[in-house]
């Protein structure tokens, strides 16, 4: 299989007999579990590195540092194109048991080995985005996969060509391009073409492909599953089946963990009795930031199920929303509904949490899962096979208008290695590793 080639460590060597219509292939090639997957997928983190991170070196041992937010800026605001990247993410949690959360970045160079964690760092991402000039005839982005293969820092990284004319809702459209290295990023292989893992840009994509969204749930478990509220029948959807929630009548207060809009027809209702003690008003933290990029809405009813309060968090993904709901009588039932904010959308799926306090001294704190996983403990070995990354997804020749299906012209892969790069972590490995093995990382396993 030709297309694989690209995945092996030997790769620039087989690249050179690169046919030049892989998509024709890749039309009847399923969607590829490459047996990687990242150890807690419940919460894979983000984060967009701030430019001058250095992402790699050339080969005369330049840094290649990241310009992903100067270049963008082109695309609008900072924002605007993040969710691009955000929503590329969440168009995979939708089908299966996955959540995102973005955190900041230090700005660590990529790939550094001192983080000690293949997941879970707090400095940095999981998948780490950033880009840098590539070429106008090379690469749009390029991923690594999730540990195993990659059980250190640099697993799940990804980079955008920043020389490639990107643009949001149009070719080369930003969302598609990060949905596929993202699929790489969560142990996709190559799929189907017209999908969004097709090995070469099929156009425009707004969202997954049957074939992608089998190849996900292969690697995550199935589709995402519910809640153990939402487990029963009697799912509680209602008012009738709103769980009921104990507040502690000493500390006056009590929380929801582990519970999830998992479809857009999702909402989950609670209903609790204020005890004898409680405040005239609740406290009410509704929480995804730290748990997924839900962006919730919810609503507080009485006793009779008459709305005392509704707020939203559209256009927010990954929130905490903190309120007080005035008008609390001891002894009175109160509902509380939770939905997603933009349930047509991506950002209507994904965990979040739940706090309540009627006059205790301090809220309960919604802990995020703890994902930390060290770095594997045989980095260096095997001739830096543990370095082989996601493929990459090459631009088409043609014009994007063209009916389906195309003659897409894959970039040859060789290509890919100008400027030839050393990721930085491979700099500080290359006393680990042979010559051979580092001249592998410069033929395009990124
Ligand atoms: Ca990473
Ligand atoms: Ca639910
Ligand atoms: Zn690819």
Do not use: C
């Not at 996955?98 to 991402?125: C, E, H, K, R, W």
């Amino acid at each position: 299989m030709f297309r694989n080639k690209a995945w092996r460590k030997d790769s620039g060597h087989a690249l050179r007999t690169r046919p030049q219509l892989e998509a024709l292939e890749s039309r009847v090639v399923p969607s590829t579990n490459t047996g990687n997957a990242w150890p807690h997928p419940e919460l894979v983190t983000l984060s967009f590195a701030p430019d001058g991170t250095i992402i790699a070196y050339n080969s005369a041992g330049k840094a290649i540092t990241n310009d992903l937010n100067a270049e963008f800026a082109r695309l609008g605001s900072s924002a605007a194109w993040q969710k691009e990247v955000l929503r590329a993410a969440q168009v995979w949690a939708q089908q299966t048991n996955l959540n995102f959360a973005v955190l900041g970045d230090s700005g660590v160079p990529f790939g550094q080995v001192s983080g000690s964690y293949q997941q879970g760092d707090t400095d940095i991402g999981d998948i780490r985005i950033g880009g840098y000039g590539g070429g106008a005839s090379g690469f749009l982005g390029a991923a690594h996969y999730p540990p195993p293969v990659n059980n250190y820092s640099i697993a799940g990284d990804i980079y955008f060509n920043t020389d490639q004319a990107f643009h949001v809702g149009s070719d080369y459209d930003l969302f598609t391009v990060a949905a596929h290295e993202i699929g790489h990023a969560l142990g996709l292989g190559h799929g189907a073409y017209g999908s969004v893992m097709s090995a070469s840009y099929p156009g425009l994509e707004t969202g997954l492909s049957t074939d992608d969204v089998n190849g996900i749930q292969a690697i995550y478990g199935g589709a995402r599953d519910v809640d153990r509220y939402d487990a029963n029948v009697g799912a509680n959807n209602s008012f009738y089946n709103a769980t009921t929630l104990t507040i502690n009548p000493t500390y006056l207060r009590t929380r929801v963990t582990d519970v999830d809009i998992t479809t857009n027809s999702d909402s989950d209702y609670y209903k609790f009795v204020a005890p004898v003690g409680s405040n005239s008003s609740l406290h009410l933290v509704v929480q995804s930031q730290g748990l997924s990029l839900l962006s919730p809405r919810f609503w507080v009813y009485n006793a009779a199920q008459q709305q005392m309060a509704y707020y939203t968090s559209y256009g927010s993904y990954g929130t905490k929303m903190e309120v007080d709901i005035p008008g609390i009588v001891d002894g009175a039932t109160y509902y509380i509904k939770v939905a997603g904010a933009e349930p047509a959308t991506a950002f209507g799926t994904g965990a979040y949490g739940v706090s309540l306090n009627l006059g205790g001294s301090s809220d309960l704190v919604i802990v995020p899962p703890t994902t930390t996983t060290a770095n594997g403990s045989s980095l260096h070995d095997s001739g830096g096979v543990y370095q082989k990354g996601g493929d990459v997804l090459a631009p088409t020749h043609h014009p994007v208008h063209k009916p389906a299906p195309r003659t897409v012209h894959r970039v040859d892969g060789a290509h890919i290695a100008k400027p030839s790069v050393h990721t930085a972590a491979m700099l500080k490995a290359l006393q680990h590793m042979s010559a051979r093995s580092a001249a592998d990382l410069l033929d395009g396993t990124l």
